[in-house]
């Protein structure tokens, strides 16, 4: 069982930045794949941003390519995703999720809104 925390979340005007953070319990933190999605008001759950076990693989949806930088330490448990010259289309409850083959534990997810 793993359990996931989002934290630094907040109110942002559009062009600047934020890092939210993941700290996951257990001792497995480094076996899993890890990812952020983002939800939207009246909009499906989306993908984000995903890293490999040992960090060294990364995959982001083209809507934030070259915004949004995912990166991990797994010596404290915790998963990054530092977000660049936000736009308020970014503005979503953002989650993070912790899987093998499948997304298997989330978050409770954590509200970053950009003002225009």
């Known amino acids: 069982q793993v359990q996931l925390v989002e934290s630094g979340g907040g109110l942002v005007q559009a062009g600047g930045s934020l890092r939210l953070s993941c700290a996951a319990s257990g001792r497995t933190f480094s076996s899993y794949l890890m990812g952020w999605f983002r939800q939207a008001p009246g909009k499906e759950r989306e993908f984000v941003a995903s890293?490999?076990?040992?960090?060294?693989?990364?995959y982001y949806a083209d809507s934030v390519k070259g915004r949004f930088t995912i990166s991990r330490d797994n010596a404290k448990n915790t998963v990054y995703l530092y977000m660049n010259s936000l736009k308020p289309e970014d503005t979503a409850v953002y989650y993070c999720?912790?899987?093998?083959?499948?997304?298997?534990?989330w978050g409770q997810g954590t509200q970053v809104t950009v003002s225009s």
């Open positions: 890293i490999s076990r040992a960090g060294g693989g990364t």
């Open positions: 999720a912790a899987g093998t083959d499948l997304w298997d534990y």
